[in-house]
């Protein structure tokens, strides 16, 4: 049997370093798995009792009769490896780590961790620093936290895995207090050996599990968290994460624009985006995304209808829709004449979105009416219904009222509860209405929803690096007219230019290129030229030497160095000006699109997508990375201006992305900025750059 299997279901369970005060940590795990009933053999070992809550304490592990299938290990830091040692001899499948004091102190507590892997040889550890782990759906508590001491939780289809063990308690109490049941609460911690991506992909095979809800910290193994997720994606199992460390506050200098805009946050929406992770981005989200999802129901579509006893209620929960980009249209026709016919009166406003069916929460039968005519309704895909105080003088009612619906449609159905009546929303969320306190927490719902029904997994292992023959190349930072050269390697167009030395070459260049051209300072040490002084646009053979002597005396000011080359380029006045980059760090390499030029570190309207592990981006996701920006239509002829050649761009963003897969890790950073989107049928030209090599 899989040991992950084992460790959630186990036959029996050794408790190592049991107290027989229940009070205390060290006795809960056993109190808890005798309360909530559990089957197997319990085994508390400690040589200072003889027994613990009625069962028979044995003095070592190797006094167990049998093999345990886990072990919980309740001692310190500096004895816990013992344990683990011994349960590994005696052929557990698992241990149970609960000992703070490991890598999150220091050097000192990573080789703890170390101590523990050696010590555990095949068997697996969950922990160190883990609360452990609670699987409710058979009554099996695995576990020391205080967030257990309640009487009754609510069993579900969510299972949630947490970096932290405080936030799983806090999870779990609060999915009890709101009636959401939960399958599974893992806390992996310190993740020493099992990890987020062990247990999703355990999960996802899980037939009592549904969705996956993750507390992440940080991914420690990125390739198998990305299997792992994709399996739940193929399975139809949606995974949904809260990730902390949202602040670009510690993202790192780098020398291109790319590191500064891409930061690792953005890297972990990127790959959340590609693999078809729902991001919760508040803590609340967490519960509120699953919560709708658990009950199956698809949303195909962005038109809300909002059934309302409230009209303020009403009002709030369509502006906060409508703002997350969801429509909530009127009442067709028909749907309307069906509206009418309830006999409502001067009770009800039906003719308008929301629907305002002022004393619905005293009377099921027109309740029943309207909730039925808006799921058959053609025109809405989904529906919110908000619960006044007028619903509150019979809950039970009115909830019995709104689930008599639900065999009727398939289309998803969640409540607002409007007054402060955390009893009513909890009646709902266990007759399958998910509810929500807060207007904004059903709009993260919906779009959880909507994001899991559009998703469609596209397999990026299809996309084989072409390889292109190159030259030795030297490390460190190429010059602007170096990084060209190789961009042009793997198809990628670079204006024309000259490099020169002095005033006459400069000169001689300008006439040669015609017409107004551009002066740069050329440097492998100074990357960002405008800041020192080393960029001139609009010069003329003319004015050429004018320019060359500011520039030089210039850049002499703001480096201190006398600079020795430059380079004279065709001045490019028309097209659209892009940046594309290159981010590398745990999680992958990144590829960055976004509006180019000097601002492009201000305006920050950038995408990025993900390298697949030996691969390059496809057409598809390059033309994709395009239409994310917000400044698309300006490339789609915004306004009547000319459309850019996207199909170029496109070419050269599968190029790029080709050239940072083959150099791999050697290539530390690479930026084209700007690249040059030429109006349609003239291509893309490449008018700066920067190459940073291992």
Known sequence: ??????????????????????????????????????????????????????????PDIASIPGVPDVGIILLGAERAHLAVSDLALKGCAAAIVLASGYGETGEEGAARQRQLIEAAGKMRILGPNTIGLVNLTDNIVLSATGALEMDHFPVGSIGVVSQSGGIMGSLLSRAAARGIGLSKLISTSNEVDLELADFVDHLVDDPATKVIALYVETIRNPDKFRNACIKAALAGKPVVAFKIGRSEAGARAAISHTGAMAGADRMYDALFKQIGVIRAHTFSDLLDIPLALATERKLNGNRIAVLTSTGGAGTLVSDDLGVDGFDTPAPDPITANTLRALNTGAEAVLDRNP?????????????RGAINALLSSPTYDGLVIVVG????????LMAGAIQDCLPHSNKPVL???????????????????????????????????????????????????????????????????QAKQLFTLFGLPSVTERIVQNIQEAKAAAVELGGKVVLKLLSSEITHKSDVGGVAIGITPETMEASFLAMTKQVQSCTGKQPDQFLVQEMVSEGIELILGMHRDVLGTGILLGMGG????????????????????????????AMDLKTWPLLDGFRGRPKADVDALVNAI????????????????????????MPEGRGVKVADGVVVLA
């Open 598 to 625: 000097v601002t492009a570190e201000l305006f920050k309207d950038t995408t990025l997508r993900l390298l697949p592990p030996g691969g390059c981006l496809t057409a598809k996701e390059a033309l994709a990375m």
């Open 389 to 396: 105080s007028s619903g509150l003088a019979m809950p039970e």
């Open 1 to 58: 049997m899989n040991p992950i299997h084992r460790l959630l279901k186990p036959q029996s369970v050794a408790v190592i370093g049991a107290s027989a005060d229940p009070s205390k940590t060290a006795g809960r795990p056993v109190a808890y798995l005798k309360k909530l009933g559990f089957k197997g053999d319990i085994f508390p070992v400690n040589p200072k009792s003889i027994e613990i809550n009625g069962l028979k304490c044995y």
């Open 355 to 367: 629907i305002d069916v002022t004393l619905a929460g005293l009377k099921p039968d027109l309740l």
């Open 415 to 481: 409540a607002y509860i409007s007054p402060h009546a955390p009893g009513v929303g909890e009646i709902l969320t266990k007759r399958g209405v998910p509810a929500y306190a807060a207007a904004e927490s059903c709009t993260s719902a919906f779009s959880g929803m909507r994001y899991f029904s559009q998703f469609k997994y596209q397999n990026q292992q299809s996309t084989v690096l072409k390889r292109t023959k190159i030259s030795d190349l030297k490390s460190g930072p190429m010059n602007e007219a």
């Open 654 to 677: 599968i190029a790029f992305s080709e050239m940072t897969g083959q150099l791999g890790d050697r290539l530390i950073e690479a930026e084209i900025n700007p690249i040059f989107v």
